[in-house]
């Protein structure tokens, strides 16, 4: 019976999971991300940029799919809406917590199935202490807030939520 549950242990650490919920179908090869544009009012000059790159990077290192630069068999494009920062928590009159918060809607176009292509809105923030200066983090809280959206971009794309 030991050597059943060690059997059983080794064989399920070998195994791989994924926790998207679902995959690339067999027959989409390639993928086009189109650099995003910025709609916001006030957002910093790099940010389009850098989310894309990170969008592609994801793609690029969690997928098997080619990255092409036109004419993929999917094509993510869209823009960033919203980029601000806004107190959260006061205290004594002034601001003890801020939120930066980034929203944006972006669009799937699907050559292998019309149909299951989408277009949805996204948005996720990052808070941070007021006295902390948020010029000199602000790259620092893009990239967390980065990684927050393109996660959420990556899942509604490999799975049905």
């Not at 060690?6 to 690339?24: E, K, N, P, R």
């Not at 799919?65 to 068999?73: H, K, S, T, Y």
């Amino acid at each position: 019976m030991k050597y059943i549950g060690i059997g059983l242990m080794w064989a399920l650490g070998a195994c791989s999971y994924s926790f998207t919920g679902g995959s690339v179908p067999t027959t989409v090869k390639t993928v086009t991300i189109t650099t995003f544009q910025s709609e916001a009012p006030a957002v910093s000059p790099t940010l389009a940029q850098e989310f894309t790159e990170a969008l592609r990077n994801r793609f690029q290192t969690q997928t098997k799919l080619i990255l092409a630069r036109d004419d993929g068999d999917w094509t993510f494009e869209g823009a960033i809406t919203e980029y601000a920062v806004s107190p959260i928590t006061v205290q004594q009159d002034r601001a003890a917590q801020n939120r930066l918060t980034m929203s944006l809607v972006v669009q799937l176009v699907r050559k292998d199935d019309p149909e299951a292509g989408w277009k949805q809105s996204f948005s996720n923030f990052v808070d941070f202490p007021a006295e902390e200066d948020f010029a000199a983090n602000e790259a620092k809280l893009v990239r967390e807030l980065t990684d927050k959206l393109v996660q959420d971009v990556f899942n509604k794309a490999l799975s049905n939520w």
